[in-house]
Each structure stands twice: as C-alpha cells, then as structure tokens.
C-alpha cells in the first residue's frame, strides 16, 4: 500500500516559473526521500530528508519536512524544459527492518 | 561504477511461460529491493534482501514470483508460471541500507505476458 500520497497528479508550467509538489503520508518516519522519474527511464534519487529536519537544499530544489503535519513539499525553482519527468516522494517507516515505500507520482510538465 | 544493471531490458512471453529477471547491484551496497511498477498500481514493493538475506517478501504476490540473491554481486527475480497481470516495468535498486540512503534503480525490465 502507499505511504505517501503526492499532490497535485499532474502540473503543468512554463519555463523560469516555481513548480511546487506535495506529499502526504501516514506513519511515523525515519526519513523521506524524492526521485524523478523521466519517461520509460528508472528513478532518480533527488534528495533525502530526515525527521529531525525541516528543510533542506540542493541547487534549484528545495525540501520542506513537517512532520507534525506528516507532509513535504519540493519545490524546484527556475524550471526548464529537462525537468519534465513524474515525481515520486518516498518515506521509510520508523521502524528496523522495512524499505521506501512510493507514492503514486506528480507528473510535471515544463513547456518552453 | 556502472551503476544497478538490470537485464533484459525488454521482455515478451507466452502465458505459462517462465520468466527469469536479473539484476546486478552496485559493489558495496548491502541492500538490493525489487519493485514493479504499473500504471494501476504505481511503484510496489516486492522483496528486498540486506546482505543476501530475504528481510520483507511481503510485497510478492504470489507463490509465482520467487526470488533469490546467491551473491553480493547477484540477483534473480523469477515469474513461473507468467500470466498476462504481470506485465509491468520491474525494477531493481541498491542502496547502502534500507532505511538511511538513497536508492540506486536500475533501468528496469519492462515485461510483457501475452
């Protein structure tokens, strides 16, 4: 079953502007991660964030953690045309012994 | 490093027939998780090994889906008898530990059952 639930399912935006996702889950967590998945491609690890964060960078994309609301929000800034691709959050439980559970995706689309 | 190598990268069999994925992980990662993703489904978890040990086959479907990791270097996701419900993208990913790190996916085998 999915941990993490992103919103929106699709988004679409033109090139320069903010693209904002976001990701809800159940549990507790250990840490929650976001990959990208270009078409018909494996998925990309872009950043990890742990629970005792709240918010983290790596160039134009920013991760907030609030666990006290169970979500996150990526945000990439500047887009370009390249980060056309489906963004998944993903979550480990707080727990030994269980593995990244995905959400259902984001699809973003940046038109130029 | 060349990255998780899966093979093949297309598969296309009969119904019954026996399916055999493979995968490759990166040198030094003590973890390896296989995934299938569907458009109904999105991304489930299957298996995952952490030092060649099955830890959580909760995610296998059914008695069909096997799995088993002779090696550190070595994995086999086996389909017997295949039907035409397991067409999917599987994918194989690595990672230093299960919980701490990133995963590293493969390219995955896109399997189709007709």
């Known amino acids: 079953s999915q941990q993490g639930e992103e919103d929106p399912q699709a988004l679409s935006i033109q090139e320069g502007e903010n693209a904002t996702m976001n990701c809800s889950y159940k549990t507790s967590i250990n840490n929650l991660q976001w990959y990208r998945q270009n078409s018909g491609r494996g998925l990309v690890h872009l950043i990890l964030?742990?629970?005792?964060?709240r918010e983290k960078h790596s160039g134009r994309l920013r991760v907030t953690l609030d666990t006290s609301k169970k979500s996150s929000s990526l945000l990439i800034t500047a887009s370009r045309a390249a980060d056309t691709a489906s963004y998944f959050c993903?979550?480990?439980?707080?727990?030994?012994?269980?593995?990244?559970?995905f959400g259902k995706g984001t699809t973003l689309s940046v038109s130029s | 490093d060349a990255g998780v190598i899966q093979s093949p990268r297309h598969e296309v069999t009969e119904m019954g027939q026996e399916v055999t994925l493979r995968c490759k992980p990166i040198s030094g990662h003590n973890s390896l998780f296989w995934y299938r993703q569907t458009m109904m489904r999105g991304l489930e978890l299957l298996i995952y090994?952490?030092?060649?040990?099955?830890?959580?086959d909760s995610g296998m479907p059914e008695d069909r889906f096997s799995a088993k990791m002779p090696n550190a270097s070595f994995s086999t996701l086996k389909i017997q008898p295949s039907e035409p419900r397991d067409s999917a993208v599987y994918f194989c990913?690595?990672?230093?530990?299960?919980?701490?790190?990133?995963?590293?996916f493969g390219s995955g085998t896109r399997l189709t059952v007709v």
């Open positions: 964030i742990r629970s005792n964060e």
């Open positions: 990913a690595s990672s230093l530990d299960n919980q701490a790190y990133g995963y590293t």
């Open positions: 090994f952490n030092n060649n040990v099955p830890i959580d």
């Open positions: 993903a979550t480990v439980h707080n727990q030994a012994g269980t593995a990244l559970i």
